[in-house]
């Protein structure tokens, strides 16, 4: 509880910006704007900006820009900011990934993580020549993907060694390693989706479990499957909790919800039924249909990783008061997206941050610390 809630920001490297809507948004999937973000960012609160991975043109995304040059770049023109590069495993090698970390972690003095993303769009693989795995296979090769890039990170004198079903390494030395960041064993691995398989990866495997936007009992529940995966699993560190949510603050709590009735009422229905078939058919692929998506209605598929779902839409104090709770139930990190980057960025570390540091400080002096696994 004493440890000081943390927020990255989704970066908007893709076209269309973070609702399928016809709403402006006053956002811009390119360079300059984004180098000017990633620095309010890092002046206002944030701790980490996550770059999108997407390859081709699908639902309201027409151009994207690729993640890991992205992040890097964003890295080398802040100063304190910890860049996240998605990456899809099947379309990098980790051997080949683990060597681009440990250069860009130098370049950018030990601020650069991955968020592996085992892939819910099927044209992506397919239109680039890749074999499309079942839902718990993907799960299974991430599982060895993190593995892998662990081993080559932390190997000793000889080099690296694994030998799975997806992926064999021999003798692999990695020099230089990633930046010796005191309390970081290696750059961060991050990992999401909802699934079994997901919560199994997340409670053994990764350093973050990225969970879609929730409720509070969505959001608790996920966290009590997770931790009792890693109770099993030889960690080198506990895992940690991040949540996505769409935030709307505004001075009045009606303009915010109308703001997001307006978001929904101008929805681009073809491009957001259009992925709603892709992801659900994804999510319900799961023997217990419990995949990414698999029930989400319309409405939370405006904001494509259900970020409404969270409701972080309110004035700053309610918006506070919902963020240090999720806090209470187990989240060390939000990530967020908004529907003016720039604006609501300044206007997220001016008026909603110092409530929630406010809430925070009277949260550690009410409850004790919670010992995680």
Do not use: C
């Amino acid at each position: 509880m004493s440890e000081p809630l943390k927020f990255a920001y989704w970066v908007p490297n893709v076209s269309g910006g973070l609702v399928t809507s016809t709403i402006e948004q006053r956002t811009d999937w390119g360079y300059d704007y984004n180098v000017k973000l990633a620095q309010t960012a890092e002046n206002n609160g944030f701790d980490y900006a996550l770059s999108q991975i997407r390859y081709m043109a699908s639902y309201g995304a027409d151009h994207q820009h690729e993640a890991t040059s992205f992040s890097l770049a964003l890295g080398l023109a802040t100063e304190r900011l910890k860049v996240i590069a998605a990456v899809h495993p099947g379309l990098w090698q980790p051997a080949v990934l683990s060597k681009w970390v440990a250069t860009a972690d130098h370049l950018t003095n030990g601020r650069v993580a991955v968020n592996v993303v085992s892939g819910w769009l099927k044209d992506e693989f397919t239109a680039l020549g890749e074999p499309w795995l079942e839902h718990d296979e993907r799960y299974r090769r991430t599982a060895e993907f993190i593995r892998v890039l662990r081993e080559i990170w932390t190997a000793g004198e000889g080099g690296a060694e694994f030998s799975g079903d997806f992926y064999r390494v021999h003798g692999f030395d990695l020099k230089p390693k990633p930046v010796d960041v005191p309390g970081r064993p290696h750059p961060e691995i991050f990992q999401g989706g909802n699934s079994t398989a997901a919560r199994r990866n997340g409670g053994t495997v990764s350093d973050w479990y990225f969970s879609n936007g929730k409720d509070y009992d969505g959001f608790t529940e996920q966290v009590e499957e997770v931790l009792g995966h890693a109770k099993t699993a030889d960690r080198l560190q506990p895992v940690r909790f991040g949540l996505n949510g769409f935030m709307i603050a505004r001075d009045d709590e009606t303009e915010a919800r109308d703001t997001l009735r307006e978001i929904i009422e101008k929805a681009n229905k073809p491009a957001v039924e259009g992925f709603r078939d892709a992801v659900q058919q994804a999510g319900n692929s799961t023997g217990d249909k419990r995949g990414m998506w698999a029930d989400s209605s319309f409405s939370d598929l405006v904001q494509y990783n259900d970020g409404f779902r969270s409701q972080l839409i309110g004035t700053p104090e309610q918006i506070a008061d919902r963020a240090v709770e999720y806090k209470r139930r187990g989240a060390n990190l939000l990530l967020l997206g908004f529907l003016h980057f720039q604006e609501e960025v300044e206007y997220f570390g001016e008026k909603v941050l110092p409530i929630i540091r406010e809430k925070e400080a009277e949260l550690a002096a009410r409850e004790p610390q919670v010992a995680t696994v």
